[in-house]
């Protein structure tokens, strides 16, 4: 019985921080103009995810904050799948330089995300 209610409670966490990362990541990425071609609203949501998940990685938590905040705010704050569609429309639109670019903002700028976290945190 404890067992199905700690998979209960993970559940609930995981949810109620994915719902609040869904409305976030609607409203940060939705304020952000695109820059050119380049959709910097899926940029900043996650550099932001990434540099957050990062510091609370670094800091060591654990427990309930992992289940709220690293598996359901930031796992629906951050979008892997809609960088990788935003960067196969440009390739498919012949916009290659840009697409090209994007690709290199996201995984540059995130993996910087990381490494400032790790600098302040680890």
């Given at each position: 019985m404890a067992g199905s209610l700690a998979v209960s409670t993970q559940?609930?966490?995981v949810g109620t921080g994915g719902f609040a990362g869904a409305v976030l990541r609607f409203l940060?990425?939705?304020?952000?103009p695109r820059v050119r071609e380049i959709h910097t609203g899926t940029l900043t949501v996650n550099v932001i995810g990434s540099f957050v998940l990062a510091a609370l990685t670094f800091s060591s938590?654990?427990?309930s904050m992992t289940y709220l905040v690293s598996i359901?705010?930031?796992g629906s704050f951050t979008t892997f799948s809609t960088f990788a569609y935003e960067s196969f429309r440009l390739l498919e639109?012949?916009?290659?330089?840009y697409s090209l670019l994007?690709?290199?903002l996201n995984l540059g700028m995130c993996m910087a995300?990381?490494?400032?976290?790790?600098?302040?945190?680890?």
């Open positions: 559940l609930l966490l940060v990425a939705g304020a952000i938590v654990s427990g359901g705010v930031l639109e012949g916009e290659k330089k994007n690709i290199v995300g990381v490494i400032a976290a790790q600098l302040i945190f680890g």
